[in-house]
């Protein structure tokens, strides 16, 4: 059996993240009469998401004793009003009055009724099934994980651990396929992995690791890990494949790899769009995340839908 180039690979692995090593692109121009036109148009086109995609979900009609609920449908459509105006609970209020009706909310939610939904298990079941329904996928997938701040303080190096964490897995389109919230990245990653269907999918050196591309490869995508320098090629096929294409064809494989920056995007325009994690229970920080994901793909897809109209 010939020796694998183990060595080689492992000085290969710095100069490939040099700067240097890559050449400019030339940024795209932006066309400000179109982008405003489509901002226009987007509050209809979210009203009228909401209203059609929460209508079509199902959740427990079972009654209980004592004073009735609100309906969960009307309340996840006041949270996705709530998080597409980007406000509290309490500067929402009057606004969900005044748009309500035109989503199918027929009675008035005050804050506190409203705040109280975010921990609600059934909102969350009805956001889930939007979320599952309203997504496509091109199938060039790519994933990564960052911190989301509940607080201006954890900007800093030493206390932006303390905020909610955020595992994705996107699309080319910078759609999101999958995520999770609260479990170590690399973890989180091996649970995601087998709720998306894709072609290929992309992820930084904080995911190296054998049984993930072992699990990538299994489920019919074509892994690209990016390596560490301390990487052997020894392995299972999956592994030595994927670093000894690396090795022979290096443009190709980091052409390929580099389209993980749409991960790296779509965080930093999330965490742009969005005002800081309002919530500290568990429950209300997946079903807040859940409605801007939402948002964020629904918004998307609009955009995509307007380019091959």
């Given at each position: 059996?010939?020796?694998?180039?183990n060595q080689?690979?492992?000085?290969?692995?710095?100069?490939?993240?040099?700067?240097?090593?890559?050449?400019?692109?030339?940024?795209?121009?932006?066309?400000?009469?179109?982008y405003?036109?489509?901002?226009?148009k987007?509050?209809?086109?979210?009203?009228?998401?909401?209203?059609?995609?929460?209508?079509?979900?199902?959740?427990?009609?079972?009654k209980?004793?004592g004073?009735?609920?609100?309906?969960?449908?009307m309340?996840?459509?006041?949270?996705?009003?709530?998080?597409?105006?980007?406000?509290?609970?309490?500067?929402?209020?009057?606004w969900?009055?005044?748009?309500?009706?035109?989503?199918?909310?027929?009675?008035h939610?005050?804050?506190r009724?409203?705040?109280e939904?975010y921990?609600n298990?059934?909102v969350?079941?009805?956001?889930?099934?939007v979320?599952d329904?309203s997504k496509?996928?091109d199938?060039?997938?790519?994933?990564?994980?960052?911190g989301?701040?509940?607080s201006?303080k954890?900007?800093?190096?030493?206390?932006?651990?303390?905020?909610a964490y955020?595992t994705?897995?996107v699309d080319?389109r910078e759609?999101?396929q999958?995520?999770?919230?609260g479990t170590?990245?690399?973890?989180?990653?091996?649970?995601l992995?087998?709720?998306?269907?894709?072609k290929?999918?992309?992820?930084?050196?904080g995911?190296?690791?054998?049984?993930?591309?072992?699990?990538?490869?299994?489920?019919?995508?074509?892994?690209y890990?990016f390596p560490?320098?301390?990487?052997?090629?020894?392995?299972?096929?999956?592994?030595?494949?994927?670093?000894?294409?690396?090795y022979?064809?290096?443009?190709?494989?980091l052409?390929?790899?580099?389209?993980?920056?749409h991960?790296?995007?779509?965080?930093?325009s999330?965490?742009?769009k969005n005002?800081?994690?309002?919530?500290?229970?568990?429950?209300?920080?997946?079903?807040?995340?859940?409605?801007r994901?939402?948002?964020?793909?629904?918004?998307?897809?609009?955009?995509?839908?307007?380019?091959?109209?």
């Amino acid at each position: 059996m010939a020796r694998l180039p183990n060595q080689e690979f492992r000085q290969m692995v710095p100069v490939i993240r040099e700067p240097d090593f890559y050449e400019d692109e030339e940024p795209r121009p932006i066309h400000w009469s179109k982008y405003n036109e489509s901002q226009i148009k987007s509050a209809i086109e979210t009203l009228t998401f909401i209203r059609d995609n929460v209508d079509l979900c199902e959740h427990n009609n079972k009654k209980r004793v004592g004073r009735p609920l609100t309906d969960p449908k009307m309340l996840a459509k006041a949270i996705l009003i709530c998080e597409a105006l980007g406000f509290t609970e309490r500067e929402s209020q009057e606004w969900v009055k005044i748009i309500g009706p035109l989503v199918g909310i027929d009675k008035h939610i005050d804050d506190r009724v409203m705040g109280e939904a975010y921990d609600n298990p059934q909102v969350l079941y009805i956001l889930k099934q939007v979320f599952d329904r309203s997504k496509t996928s091109d199938g060039k997938l790519s994933g990564d994980g960052t911190g989301i701040e509940t607080s201006r303080k954890q900007n800093y190096e030493s206390t932006k651990k303390s905020g909610a964490y955020l595992t994705s897995v996107v699309d080319s389109r910078e759609i999101v396929q999958a995520f999770d919230v609260g479990t170590q990245e690399l973890h989180a990653m091996h649970e995601l992995v087998e709720q998306i269907k894709g072609k290929s999918l992309r992820l930084d050196a904080g995911f190296n690791d054998r049984k993930l591309v072992d699990k990538i490869n299994s489920l019919g995508m074509t892994p690209y890990v990016f390596p560490k320098k301390n990487n052997k090629l020894n392995g299972h096929q999956a592994w030595k494949e994927m670093y000894l294409e690396l090795y022979y064809d290096v443009m190709q494989w980091l052409t390929e790899y580099h389209q993980r920056s749409h991960a790296e995007s779509f965080h930093s325009s999330f965490k742009r769009k969005n005002k800081l994690l309002l919530k500290i229970r568990g429950l209300a920080q997946l079903s807040q995340l859940t409605a801007r994901i939402i948002l964020h793909n629904r918004r998307r897809l609009a955009y995509f839908n307007r380019l091959t109209s």
